[in-house]
């Protein structure tokens, strides 16, 4: 297969992919070394989302590790929480679908989560579940495209064996699934470099599976041979073959 045909086939690839939005599993464990006490606030700009009110802390490391946290860690080390069990958000400017993730309740048996999704400020859906200490719980989520997540938890009883290390109404949070939703304009803009692409890559298959034909020459054999071949010796051309000795013969390339 020919080099051009084969980067054809390739931009239309990377065409497809981008069009299709990206697809990331959030799992906290590439942001700074952290400990389980203190734990650190997510920065806003990771992954490419505005985190409020989320911090995160290890999950390996005691007390986290018999607390909640150390339930909802799916992939070491860390996992995400709502600081001091407060309602918490994870804002984008590029539209976002939510598809799973796996919380635990840090300290309550019971806790129940409500969990928010809003497109532009408005919200487009809510669902809630309830999460335990002991348990880690994958949920799914069918919110569509959104900007916009909002966390907030309540309630439930404290786990009689965690009381030594803390109260509240915390929730912890790893391997969340998201894909970013390219905006419509992008989309149209991606299907008409495709379709290009496309229509280039078709062409060029055409011309190469057909191969180079002799291109119409005006004039008879004799104008363009000195001396005149004979008539059952016609001249045989390639396509680029013809040199400057006969840029005086008109030639209709139709690959040109």
Known sequence: MRPKFLIALSACSCLLAASSGLAMTITFDNLAAVSCIPSKTIPNGYDGFDWSNFGYNSGLVAPCSVEGYGTALTSAPNVGFNKNGNPASITSATPFTVQSG????????????????KEGGVAVGTESFLLNTTMPELETFSFGAVTELDFFSLGGTENPSLVQYGSGTEFAVDNLAVTTVPEPSSIVLLSIGLAAVIFWGVGYANRFRSGCRRPEIQGTASEIWTPAPPEDRRPSFTCGELTSAYSSVAIKDPFR
């Open 102 to 117: 796996v919380f635990a309740a840090a300290f309550n048996d019971g806790l129940t989560l409500f969990v928010t999704g």
